[in-house]
């Protein structure tokens, strides 16, 4: 505590950062709590009661119900606040102080809401963006290791994910679940289950975030103009990982490569990989404090984006792409501890050396407040059930562009146009007419070839 020359000094200074002035006790007990909170969120502070905003020293009287109002109320922070509630003779005046210790807990929580000192003025964070920065600011507390008081994970653990999870990370089975878990550093000293614990493990943790699950639609054509299909995944994050996995498999094309032995290679018309990484980044680095939006997964006939809720975080934004720095590190931890992240921070280049490898654009990132990536895919024949993936070679580009401007061009014409043969342009137009993108109409000595509707953009290798 200090002494009173020493607090009549801090009140010549006026209100700040760090000083609150109140004239007397506020008629609503929890503005003082608030107060109180923004400092504990803050550096610390003392909030002066008996004192107008003048720096005039008025004096103010607090007896006992007074008081058992004011720290009962300061009572309700969670968690506990370290603060000093004293009386000073300052001036021949009675001047309260309440000293507040800067928090060593954060966030500090009062009525459900986290308060904080701006300047010389305390306000709510309610923006997304602002209690993104703030917990950036305060030593990193993440969403993922906030408290849950009133969850069981226990009994509430899903059997399959931790299942899996035990055998990925090679476990015994002679070491009991709840070992584990604590193992994992998934509660708080008081007992506590951590949001990220729930997230991972509980079988339903969309019963306390509604928003933490993945929402996959699949569109016909290039726009949002008709669904083909309207899947909502929820379960634990890695029930969420796989299913989304399967659900683009299931809409995917793949080939497969014969090999003189007989043995078949499996060759997606997305890298596997890519489209591996890039949920998986969703799940990562999601901010969960987002409660409007899910990850979402769009499926168009020439491209699939996959967006999470948060842009990139300062750390990284001017490292994109070499270094990592996830929003989330205990479910990041989890999903390493599952071999599931490969190399921190190689998980953009591997993307775009995929995409690159097979003769596709290099994935398209968006960064700001939604995170999304876009992949292109190659020209398919989808909508005729071929199984088959195929990319549209310059020639064959250049035959549907010359055909499209003059369908009655003969194969003679488009030939010297092209400087090829005209045997080399009736097996273009033969390997386009297979994959449904051109057709004949009319008699064959007069009909015409015409260039069918044009379901996605041409990719070119």
Known sequence: MFTPEELKEIIRGGEGIRVEFKRSVPSKVKELTEEVCGFANAVGGYIFIGVDDNNVIVGEDINNSKRAAIEGSISEISPTVNYNLYNANIEGKSVWVIEVFMGKAKPYVFSGSIYVRDGAVCRKVTRVDDMRCFFQENNQIYFDSTPMPK??????????????????????????????????????????????????????????????????????????????????????????????????????????????????????????????????????????????????????????EISNPGGLLPAVANHFGRRSFSRNPIVFSLFTRM????????GIPRMINEMIKVGLPEPEFETKDMFSVTLYRPITTINKGVNISQTLTDRQVNVMNIIKKNPNITMDEAGQLMNLGRTTIYQTLKELKQMGLVCFTGRKSSGTWMVCEEPFKWKLK
């Open 151 to 304: 969850v069981n994970l226990m009994s509430e653990l899903d059997e399959f994910t931790f299942g899996s999870f035990r055998q990925m990370v090679g476990l015994s089975g002679d070491v009991d679940n709840k070992q584990i878990l604590e193992n994992l550093q998934l509660f708080t000293d008081d007992g506590f289950v951590k949001s990220g614990g729930v997230l991972f493990f509980d079988a339903s943790p969309e019963k306390y975030f509604p928003h933490a699950m993945v929402h996959c639609v699949s569109f016909k054509g290039i726009d949002k103009y008709y669904i083909l299909d309207d899947k909502m995944f929820g379960g634990t994050l890695f029930n969420q990982y796989n299913s989304t996995i399967q659900w683009l498999q299931s809409k995917l094309q793949v080939a497969y490569s014969i090999n003189t032995a007989g043995a078949h290679e499996e060759i997606w018309e997305i890298p596997v990989p890519v489209f591996r990484e890039a949920v998986l980044n969703a799940l990562l680095h999601r901010s969960y404090y987002e409660q409007g939006a899910n990850i979402t997964v769009e499926l168009y006939d020439d491209r699939v």
């Open 339 to 346: 071999h599931l992240v490969e190399h921190i921070g190689s």
